[in-house]
C-alpha cells in the first residue's frame, strides 16, 4: 500500500493542534535538599588558569 504525503498531512496536522492546545496542571519542581559543596568539583571556571591546571592535576 502506497500512501502519499497528503494522506499523512492532515492527521498530523490536527495532532499538532491538540498538542499545542493542550494545557498541563504541572507540580512545580523540587527544591534540592542539600547545597553542594563548592570546592569538591574538578573544574570550576572562577580559577585562574594556573590554579584550574593544578588543581585538576593534584586530582
Known sequence: MNRSKDEYSLPLHAIAEKL????LDLP????PEAT???????FDS???Y???LRHYKNR
Open 46 to 48: 572562577r580559577r585562574a
Open 50 to 52: 594556573l590554579e584550574q
Open 20 to 23: 499545542d492546545a493542550l494545557e
Open 28 to 31: 512545580p519542581l523540587p527544591e
Open 36 to 42: 553542594p559543596d563548592d570546592e569538591g568539583w574538578l
